[in-house]
């Protein structure tokens, strides 16, 4: 049998089966006497591994085997869930989304996963409990100074740099009695070593021991190619050092020291964070059916290129509807009327179809970032919960998959930088749990999709002061500038106000890329925040390439379309009704007053004039509560329109967000309402 060709399909199924047992193992870890979600997963993983053998993929069949047997357990009420345990489904499902995302970029799918299955089969056994009491029993017995525990990214650094011929060293110190200013001591062997070598984890956390919040002993993990014996004396040629212990490592024993800390140390720490979701309509409209009768699957999968073939064919079947319609109104014959409006009628549906072939709602981007939440969350050390709102929001398939890196750098920034630790949420008197919201809805043709924290804010002037020292701006520059030119600094390349780097941040790779993807999407990104009260970042995504109802207007001789789901109505109105405030025209629009913006000027026309008397035609624009009156010059009237991007060199015209041909072959650009609207 040729495989081959049913492999996009196991792709595909697979993608689908994995991030459900991800979502429905972080239902379970909110609800662990759900035997229900349990038999999800084990569906999901039973089917898993069943196209995983019929297609060759030995590695990645059986370790979902070994994920099944302890599935099984559970479910038969043998096993009840723990901390070990869900950890280690966790890095089973992340080592099978590593190896399909080696088939998908045409590998053979193989790993080396027996650690994680000799961690499965522990758990089977039963002999995994006795592990845990022991690391937690040495834990103890250290008072915590000899657990140290790695996360992935830190053990993957500590293997790559055996790997690189470096030499990889636990050490501990030990401070004497008389010793007063100990974290000065701690200070001077931190800056010993560092000036050698690099130090990946230390425990107390550097924080901690900066504070002084320890006793007299501190341990840490450290690469370096000094010799053992140098390191000892850089160490103890320090005063008030009582001792130092350093013990060399290699593969087997960093293996060795973090399978039992996988047990106890991450067991300790911060429990999984928890997500809410808002129900929705759409929630309700894809709920099972109360019948009890089963529906078939009535979907088929089809290559997005092609859907992309059938969008452009039909874009240019539109633009000949149009100059259809034109030339049946000055030839005015009856038989050709009728014809082009039953045409028409029927393009008008067949681009419905079409647009909602390639629309995709946007959850299958959130769908994965609530076990990213939880990761970060454990890794942090602290107690995070993600709420999502608007997943149902539907977005065009090519956005949907470029925004997804983007959205991962700004929740983890607002998990890192933004939510503060649980003891500074305590001093600052709110919960302990920090809120990370992610939300998305329609404004006009744009989508916008908000994170937003209720974290400590941005601080303005550490962040101008880390600008200074970067040499981002100067200091008299930064005494001028308004709240929202200081939050725009984060954007800035290699800028970062982290005091120290870690796997997350500090290293000032983050903000500037979201940026740089956004804006080569067509769209924007825009800072709010208030200190003590958290921080929101809103991303105004446009539709890249789709077909949308648009007013035609003229300005001067040249014509426009503005978005018709940006219009609230069209109106005439005396010039007299203007009024000038504070240097700006106003208009009184039913009981409110709302800015008045003259679109010739603002665009620069060419050979427009302002009228200076009579009635003003007037469009009136929404972007969320925000109203304003556009002045135009005349209006052609209501029209399906195909919106092009303008390509990367036009990437950054303002107010203009892309252009259309109409029937008459000629270009007419279209209006972005939302950057009219401050």
């Known amino acids: 049998m040729e495989l081959n060709q049913y492999l996009s399909m196991f792709i595909d199924e697979s993608t689908e089966h994995l991030q459900s047992i991800n979502e429905k193992l972080l239902e379970l870890e909110q609800s662990p006497d759900n035997l229900d979600i349990v038999n999800v997963i084990f569906r999901s993983a039973h089917t898993l591994k069943g196209m995983a053998a019929t ?44 190896m399909l995302s080696d088939i998908i970029a045409g590998g053979t799918g193989k790993a080396d996963v027996s650690g994680i299955v000799a961690v499965l089969k522990s758990i089977v056994s039963g002999e995994y409990k006795e592990a845990v009491g022991a690391a937690a029993a040495a834990s103890e017995g250290a008072s915590g100074e000899d657990a140290v525990a790695l996360d992935q990214f830190q053990l993957s650094v500590l293997e790559q740099s055996l790997d690189s011929e470096f030499q990889v060293y636990f050490i501990r110190t030990e401070l004497t009695e008389e010793c007063v200013l100990r974290a000065a001591r701690a200070y001077m062997v931190f800056r010993q070593l560092e000036d050698n070598g690099e130090i990946i984890k230390s425990f107390p956390s550097v924080e901690d021991i900066e504070q002084d919040k320890f006793d007299r002993a501190f341990s840490l993990y450290y690469v370096s190619k000094l010799p053992q014996e140098a390191i000892v004396h850089l160490i103890e040629d320090i005063s008030e050092i009582r001792s130092a212990t350093v013990t060399p490592l290699d593969h087997d024993s960093l293996r060795l020291i973090t399978q039992p800390i996988l047990t106890a140390a991450e067991t300790a720490a911060t429990a999984a964070a928890p997500v809410k979701r808002e129900e929705t309509a759409a929630a309700a409209k894809t709920a099972p059916a109360s019948s009890g009768h089963a529906v078939a699957n009535r979907t088929i999968r089809v290559d997005l290129d092609r859907l992309d073939h059938l969008m452009n064919l039909f874009s240019e079947l539109l633009i000949d509807r149009v100059r259809l319609e034109q030339l049946a109104s000055e030839i005015r014959r009856s038989d050709l009327t009728e014809t082009v409006e ?60 470029e925004i997804g890196d983007p959205l991962v750098h700004l929740l983890r920034n607002s998990a890192d930088h933004g939510i503060e630790t649980i003891e500074n949420r305590k001093k600052a008197g709110k919960d302990e749990t920090g809120t990370i919201q992610l939300r998305a809805y329609h404004s006009g043709n744009h989508v916008i999709i908000e994170v937003s924290d209720d974290g400590a804010g941005i601080n303005r002037a550490k962040t101008l002061a880390a600008a200074i020292k970067k040499g981002v701006v100067t200091e008299e520059a930064a005494e001028r500038m308004s709240d929202e030119e200081v939050y725009r600094l984060l954007f800035a390349s290699g800028f970062s106000t982290a005091e120290k780097i870690s796997d997350l941040s500090g290293r000032g790779v983050g903000l500037d890329v979201v940026k740089t993807k956004i804006e080569s999407l067509g769209g924007q990104i825009h800072i709010t925040s208030k200190e003590g009260v958290g921080t929101t970042f809103s991303v105004n995504l446009p539709l890249t390439l789709s077909i949308i109802g648009a007013m035609l207007i003229e300005i001067g001789s040249e014509k426009y379309a503005i978005p018709l789901n940006s219009i609230v109505e069209t109106a005439a109105v005396d010039m007299n009704k203007i009024r000038r405030i504070h240097g700006n025209d106003h208009l009184d629009y039913r009981g409110s007053v709302i800015p008045v913006i003259d679109l010739g000027t603002v665009l620069d026309v060419p050979g427009y004039q302002p009228a200076d008397s009579g009635e003003l035609n007037l469009v009136i624009i929404r972007k969320r509560e925000k109203l304003a009156a556009l002045i135009v010059s005349d209006f052609i009237g209501q029209q399906e329109i195909v919106l092009k991007n303008l390509g990367k060199y036009l990437s950054k015209v303002f107010a203009v967000s892309g252009a259309t041909i109409l029937g008459d072959g000629q270009v007419a650009l279209i209006i972005n309402p939302n950057a009219l609207i401050k």
């Open 55 to 98: 297609m060759g993929f030995e590695d990645l069949a059986s370790l979902t085997h070994q994920m099944e047997n302890v599935l099984d357990l559970v479910r038969g009420g043998k096993l009840t869930v723990d901390s070990f345990i869900f950890d280690g489904l966790f890095k089973s499902t992340d080592a099978l989304e590593a």
């Open 342 to 401: 039953h045409m028409s009628r029927v393009s008008s549906d067949l681009q419905n179809i079409v647009l909602n072939l390639r629309m995709v709602p946007i959850d299958t981007v959130f769908n994965r970032f609530p076990r990213m939440i939880r990761d970060v969350a454990k890794t942090l050390g602290k107690k995070l919960e993600l709420v999502i709102s608007g997943a149902e929001t539907e977005l065009d398939r090519t956005v949907v998959d």
